[in-house]
């Protein structure tokens, strides 16, 4: 199957201090992009949808404005959690899709802001 | 909006026994696709099967089959043969449009 990366695995972050998020599809182009979040021992939240080139899609609830999303190339999209607070710990995963129906997910990505 | 639901939140098996794991949804698009994925503790989320709503044949893949009941709107996953591996969250996922919408879970302990 395809693969799908993201970096770092783990961060740790102070408060008020910004976090990029990378997620890159390895072997396949991507013209979708998803951004999830995930809580302990909860199910997956999708936060918002990105296509190359253009602006991403925020669920209802998200605030863009902190979850910036950069979708610069077919196989690499960014999530930058701006001015981080403790209650922004989270698993954050990233998937990926290609044109068919499959999406691809990434190993995840810890953060944890003390 | 589609919906999926995970009524249990953890189930217990015995090694070697087959287990069923629930998924119920509900959603007005004729057309739609249902996944089951494996998280386990390491947090990846591992595609385990997909049945497309037009197909007419249960989807198995190995050890995991699906057991869809269209009518019913149940998309259930039997895992045979258990081991102690498969511990682990298990999700059901439904498509919206491109999006995926995901059920609670139900975590699996299989037991030695």
């Known amino acids: 199957g395809a693969v799908v990366s993201q970096h770092p695995s783990r961060v740790i972050c102070k408060s008020g201090t910004s976090v990029k998020i990378e997620c890159r599809s390895l072997d396949f182009q991507a013209t979708t992009m998803f951004w999830y979040r995930q809580f302990p021992k909860q199910s997956l939240m999708l936060m918002a949808t990105s296509n190359e080139g253009s602006k991403a899609t925020y669920e209802q609830g998200v605030e863009k404005d902190k979850f910036l999303i950069n979708h610069a190339s077919l196989t690499l999209s960014t999530l930058t959690v701006t001015s981080a607070h403790p209650e922004d710990s989270s698993f954050y995963i990233c998937?990926?899709?290609?044109?068919?129906?499959?999406?691809?997910f990434g190993p995840g990505t810890r953060l944890t802001v003390t | 909006a589609q919906k999926i639901t995970q009524t249990q939140p953890g189930m217990f098996v015995q090694e070697k026994e087959a287990v069923t794991l629930d998924c119920t949804y509900d959603t007005s698009d004729p057309s739609y696709g249902l996944f089951w994925y494996k998280q386990p503790s390491s947090g990846e989320m591992i595609f385990l099967i997909y049945q497309g709503s037009y197909d007419q044949q249960n989807a198995t893949e190995g050890r995991y089959s699906l057991n869809f009941q269209k009518a019913r709107k149940s998309a259930n996953l039997v895992i045979s043969a258990s081991q102690l591996g498969d511990s682990a969250m298990y999700f059901c996922a439904i498509t919206f449009g491109n999006k995926l919408v995901f059920g609670a879970g139900t975590i699996l302990r299989v037991k030695s």
């Open positions: 998937s990926s899709r290609d044109s068919s129906y499959e999406q691809y």
